[in-house]
C-alpha cells in the first residue's frame, strides 16, 4: 500500500463518523440551523490562520526550492482560495472585522490547531504534510459524499457554495497535490516510521471529529 493508503486505513472508522454526522449531513439536506453555521464559520476561519501557519512551517523545513515554492503555494491557495469560500459567508452571515477581531478559538479550536502547529516544529516537510492531510482530503472526501447523496445540495441557495467549494477542480486539484506529496516524501518511510505519521494523521482525524462535534453543540 502506498502510504496515504496506510493513514487512510488507520483512521477509516473515525471518518465513517463524519459522513453520519448531523452537522455535515445538515449542510446536505439544507436543515442545518444557520446559527450553528456561523459558530461554524467564524471557527473555522480562526481555524484557517493557523492552518496557513502550518504551511508556512513547511517553507521554513523544507531543503529543497521546489518544495519551498509548494508550501508557499499551499499558503497562498488557502489564504487567498479556500478562506474565499468562508469570506462570502462571512459577509451574508453578517460577520464583521470586529467580529473576527473580538473572537476567541474553541477549545477545540485551539487544542487541535496547538498540535498540528507542534507537529510542524518539532517536525519535517512529511510531518507537516501529514498533519495537514486529515482536514484537507476528508473535506474533499465529505464534499464528494455530499454531492452523491443529496443530489440538489450543490443548487441549494445558501449551503450549495460550501458543497461547491469543497467539490471544485481547485480544491481538489490542491488536494491530489498534498496525496501525491506524502506518497513521494514517505516512499520510504521504514515501518517504525509509518507508525509515527498514522499516529499524526489518528489524532488530527481525531480532532476532526471533534471540531463537527464542537461546531454541532455550539461549545467554546
Request: aromatic content about 14%; charged content about 25%.
Amino acid at each position: 500500500m502506498t502510504l496515504t493508503e496506510e493513514l487512510y486505513e488507520s483512521a477509516k472508522d473515525i471518518w465513517a463518523g463524519y459522513h453520519e454526522h448531523p452537522f455535515v449531513n445538515g449542510i446536505g439536506d439544507g436543515s442545518l440551523p444557520i446559527e450553528k453555521f456561523r459558530f461554524y464559520m467564524l471557527q473555522d476561519y480562526l481555524y484557517l490562520y493557523d492552518y496557513a501557519k502550518v504551511f508556512a512551517l513547511g517553507v521554513v523545513k523544507a531543503k529543497e526550492p521546489s518544495m519551498i515554492r509548494r508550501f508557499s503555494a499551499f499558503v497562498e491557495d488557502t489564504l487567498g482560495g479556500e478562506m474565499d469560500i468562508h469570506s462570502g459567508y462571512m459577509e451574508r452571515l453578517g460577520i464583521t472585522e470586529e467580529d473576527v477581531a473580538r473572537a476567541t478559538k474553541s477549545l477545540a479550536n485551539a487544542s487541535y490547531t496547538s498540535y498540528m502547529l507542534n507537529v510542524g516544529f518539532r517536525g519535517d516537510e512529511l510531518d507537516i504534510l501529514v498533519a495537514i492531510l486529515s482536514c484537507a482530503w476528508s473535506y474533499a472526501e465529505i464534499g464528494d459524499r455530499l454531492k452523491k447523496k443529496y443530489q440538489e445540495s450543490v443548487n441549494h441557495p445558501f449551503y450549495g457554495e460550501w458543497v461547491k467549494g469543497y467539490t471544485s477542480r481547485e480544491y481538489n486539484d490542491m488536494n491530489d497535490e498534498l496525496l501525491y506529496l506524502v506518497n513521494i516524501l514517505g516512499e520510504s518511510a521504514g515501518k517504525k516510521r509509518r507508525e509515527e505519521l498514522k499516529e499524526i494523521f489518528i489524532n488530527c482525524s481525531r480532532y476532526e471529529a471533534m471540531f463537527w462535534d464542537m461546531a454541532w453543540n455550539m461549545e467554546m
